[in-house]
Each structure stands twice: as C-alpha cells, then as structure tokens.
C-alpha cells in the first residue's frame, strides 16, 4: 500500500521553528518531486516547497524563502522541512506530495500530484 506520513508539526509562537517529515512507503522518491502544500482555514490549498530526487531541484513560494529548508534522504526515503522564524501566517495544515516529474523549477502543481499525506498541524501563536 502507497503512503505518505507525515511527523512533526504542533505549537509554536512567532519567530520559533518547527520541523516537518514525511515517510513514504510502498514506492520509491528516486523518480519524484516531493514537498509540501498547505491549507489553513477557509483558504485553498497552497504550495510551500518542492525537493526533486531526480536533479536535486529545490523551490520555495515567495513567502517562505529564506526561512524554511527542504530536503531529502534518499536512503530513508523521507523529505525534511525546517520552518524558521516562524509567523502566525503560517498555521495551517501541512500536506507532503509527491508528484512524478523530473524537476522542481516550476514548484508542484496541485491537480499533478500523485500522492498525498493525510497533513500535519502547525499553529503558530502571536
């Protein structure tokens, strides 16, 4: 059976860090672009980060540059984000996907993913 869990997350206030991971199981990342979406309430589900495991790609949405780092452990098959200096803005639920494709320069695009997490928490106090 194909999974994707995801760990971490919680409570956190403002200018603290989180860190977020998501375990495949039942396939493999080589051949993926793998990352995270987010939702927070009554807003649709966006983009955050994309880790490519075929070219080693990176990409962040504008909002989270410089403060989150993805990566990826081959290995262990698991995708790592680090969320510093964290805002209020952030809270939301977290969902890691994993879309086939060969690079991350154009971000994951929601209606290609593959598979999905079933999402972690993060909430972030003022």
């Known amino acids: 059976e194909v999974q994707l869990v995801e760990s971490g997350g919680g409570l956190v206030q403002a200018g603290g860090s989180l860190r977020l991971s998501c375990a495949a199981s039942?396939?493999?990342?080589?051949?993926?672009?793998v990352g995270w979406f987010r939702q927070a309430p009554g807003k649709d589900r966006e983009w955050v980060s994309c880790?490519?495991?075929?070219?080693?790609?990176?990409n962040y949405v504008d909002s989270v540059k410089g403060r989150f780092t993805i990566s990826g452990d081959s290995a262990k098959n698991t995708v790592t984000l680090q969320m510093n200096s964290l805002k209020p803005e952030d809270t939301a639920n977290y969902f890691c996907?994993?879309?086939?494709?060969?690079?991350?320069?154009?971000?994951?695009?929601?209606?290609?993913?593959?598979?999905w997490g079933k999402g972690a928490r993060v909430t972030v106090s003022s």
């Open positions: 880790f490519s495991f075929r070219d080693g790609s990176i």
């Open positions: 996907a994993a879309d086939y494709l060969e690079s991350c320069i154009g971000g994951l695009d929601y209606y290609g993913i593959d598979y």
């Open positions: 039942g396939f493999s990342f080589d051949n993926y672009g």
